[in-house]
């Protein structure tokens, strides 16, 4: 059965790095395009980008350039999101999740279980 | 950018009770619309893409409907495992926009 499985929760201090994982298994990893959503505590869903898991180009949305970086590993079907100079509005949950492409439009039909980034000095 | 909106921003239904929320897009989006549940400290979910199309293993009582800028999700019978905060999602123009949730709690 199609698993995401992401890292665990991190606590990391104002202007460190931190990168995260989220491992593909029951699916073909190359063959669908893995996309990242941040919410932060109490708050709403929030498209950070995606990234082309065939081709590793990643694509950033609007307030999510610079400091985040998408990647992949296709030897071992795992994604990666890395974020730099920590700030603390970056505590948030982060969700990995897989894109399908239907007859009208994409959509996410399988998520990771989260992964609780705390930034607090 | 295509904005997103939900209302009611919460609701209190008793259950077996029929509940509706509504999402707007700021402009025509045509029937690329997506449905989330968030169950409270949970992962969200699909429920319904494509505006109508229920995902698979998702429990009938579940329903979307609409087209253009005007979408509707309707829990038919409400349940208590359906406590939680639903969220629309435009795919129209490949940014994916959430609408800001509708949190459903029971009565």
């Known amino acids: 059965q199609v698993q995401l499985e992401q890292s665990g929760s991190e606590l990391k201090k104002p202007g460190a790095s931190v990168k995260l994982s989220c491992k593909a298994s029951?699916?073909?990893?190359?063959?669908?395009?893995l996309n990242w959503v941040r919410q932060a505590p109490g708050q709403g869903l929030d498209w950070m980008g995606w990234?082309?898991?065939?081709?590793?180009?990643?694509t950033y949305a609007q307030g999510f350039t610079g400091r985040f970086v998408f990647s992949v590993d296709t030897s071992v079907n795992t994604a990666y999101m890395q974020i730099s100079s920590l700030q603390t509005e970056d505590t948030a949950f982060y969700y990995c999740?897989?894109?399908?492409?239907?007859?009208?439009?994409?959509?996410?039909?399988?998520w990771g279980q989260g992964t609780l980034v705390t930034v607090s000095s | 950018d295509i904005q997103m909106t939900q209302s009611p921003s919460s609701l209190s239904a008793s259950v077996g009770d029929r509940v509706t929320i509504t999402c707007r897009a700021s402009?025509?989006?045509?029937?690329?619309l997506n449905w989330y549940q968030q169950r409270p400290g949970k992962a969200p979910k699909l429920l319904i893409y494509?505006?109508?199309s229920l995902q698979s293993g998702v429990p009938s009582r579940f329903s979307g409907s609409g087209s253009g800028t005007d979408f509707t999700l309707t829990i038919s019978s409400l349940q208590s495992e359906d406590v939680g905060t639903y969220y629309c999602?435009?795919?129209?123009?490949?940014?994916?926009?959430f609408g800001p949730g509708t949190k459903v709690d029971i009565k």
């Open positions: 999740a897989r894109e399908q492409f239907g007859p009208v439009g994409p959509y996410f039909d399988y």
């Open positions: 494509a505006a109508s």
């Open positions: 402009q025509s989006i045509t029937k690329f």
């Open positions: 029951g699916y073909t990893f190359t063959a669908y395009a």
């Open positions: 999602q435009q795919s129209y123009d490949m940014r994916f926009t």
């Open positions: 990234i082309n898991t065939n081709t590793g180009n990643p």
